[in-house]
C-alpha cells in the first residue's frame, strides 16, 4: 500500500516496515550493550509507543522488566503551567535504572514531563528511547538517549501512531498529503 486514506485525509508511505525494524534493530543493540547488569525496567509511555516497545522487547536480552503508563487527558496545573499526571506506575522504582520508550519526540513536551515526573520517585537513573525525533520541532532540552530515526517536521501515521484514534495498526509509517 503506498497510499491510505484515514477519516478526511491522505497519507503517502514514507517509511516502511523494514526501515523501521532495522532502526528497532540498532536501537536494541546498543541497548544490550549499556544496560548489562543494570536489571532496568523500561516503560512503555501508552498509547503510540505499544508497537516500537513491543519488537524492541523481542530484541532485548538482558534481565529486564516492562511496565505501561500513560499521561492522564486530565492537566493538572502545576507550578510551571499545565501538567499532564502520569498513571499506571506501580512500581518502586528507587534506585532503579529506568528507559522510557517513546513513539516519537515531536515538541518534546510530553518526554520532558515524563522524565520530570519518573525523576522525582528516586530512580538511579532515566534513560529516553524514542523511535522517532523530529529535530526542526523540538522545544525542550531533553536527552534522548536512544533514537531510531530522525524525520522532517510532517504529521505521520502508521506503526502505533495515530490520526485521531485511526492508523495505529499500520505496519509501515505514512506522511500526511497536505
Ligand atoms: P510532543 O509532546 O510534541 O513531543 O508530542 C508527543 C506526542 O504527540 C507523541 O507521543 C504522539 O502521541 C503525538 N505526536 C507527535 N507527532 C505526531 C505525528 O506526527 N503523528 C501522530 N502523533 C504525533
Given at each position: 500500500?503506498?497510499?491510505?486514506?484515514?477519516?478526511?485525509r491522505?497519507?503517502?508511505l514514507?517509511?516502511?516496515?523494514?526501515?523501521?525494524?532495522?532502526?528497532?534493530?540498532?536501537i536494541a543493540?546498543?541497548?544490550?550493550?549499556d544496560l548489562e547488569?543494570?536489571?532496568?525496567?523500561?516503560?512503555?509511555?501508552?498509547?503510540?509507543?505499544?508497537?516500537?516497545?513491543s519488537?524492541?522487547?523481542?530484541?532485548?536480552?538482558?534481565?529486564c522488566?516492562i511496565?505501561?503508563?500513560?499521561?492522564?487527558?486530565?492537566?493538572?496545573?502545576g507550578?510551571?503551567?499545565?501538567?499532564?499526571q502520569?498513571?499506571?506506575l506501580?512500581?518502586?522504582?528507587k534506585?532503579?535504572?529506568?528507559?522510557l520508550?517513546?513513539d516519537?519526540?515531536?515538541?518534546?513536551?510530553?518526554?520532558?514531563?515524563?522524565?520530570?515526573?519518573?525523576?522525582?520517585m528516586?530512580?538511579?537513573?532515566?534513560?529516553?528511547?524514542t523511535?522517532?525525533?523530529?529535530?526542526?520541532a523540538?522545544?525542550?532540552?531533553?536527552?534522548?538517549?536512544?533514537?531510531?530515526?530522525?524525520?522532517?517536521?510532517?504529521?505521520i501515521v502508521?506503526?502505533?501512531?495515530?490520526?485521531?484514534?485511526?492508523?495505529?495498526?499500520?505496519?509501515?509509517?505514512?506522511?500526511?498529503?497536505?
Amino acid at each position: 500500500m503506498s497510499r491510505v486514506k484515514l477519516l478526511d485525509r491522505e497519507f503517502e508511505l514514507s517509511i516502511p516496515e523494514e526501515k523501521l525494524l532495522k532502526a528497532v534493530d540498532q536501537i536494541a543493540e546498543k541497548m544490550n550493550r549499556d544496560l548489562e547488569g543494570k536489571n532496568p525496567l523500561m516503560i512503555c509511555v501508552l498509547n503510540g509507543s505499544f508497537m516500537f516497545a513491543s519488537d524492541l522487547m523481542k530484541r532485548i536480552d538482558v534481565p529486564c522488566e516492562i511496565s505501561f503508563v500513560k499521561l492522564s487527558s486530565y492537566e493538572g496545573t502545576g507550578t510551571t503551567g499545565k501538567i499532564k499526571q502520569l498513571i499506571g506506575l506501580n512500581e518502586d522504582i528507587k534506585g532503579r535504572t529506568v528507559v522510557l520508550l517513546e513513539d516519537i519526540v515531536d515538541t518534546g513536551l510530553t518526554i520532558a514531563n515524563t522524565v520530570k515526573q519518573v525523576s522525582e520517585m528516586g530512580p538511579a537513573e532515566v534513560k529516553v528511547a524514542t523511535l522517532l525525533f523530529k529535530p526542526e520541532a523540538c522545544k525542550k532540552e531533553v536527552t534522548l538517549d536512544y533514537v531510531g530515526l530522525e524525520i522532517p517536521n510532517d504529521f505521520i501515521v502508521g506503526y502505533g501512531l495515530d490520526y485521531d484514534g485511526y492508523g495505529r495498526n499500520l505496519k509501515n509509517i505514512y506522511t500526511v498529503v497536505e
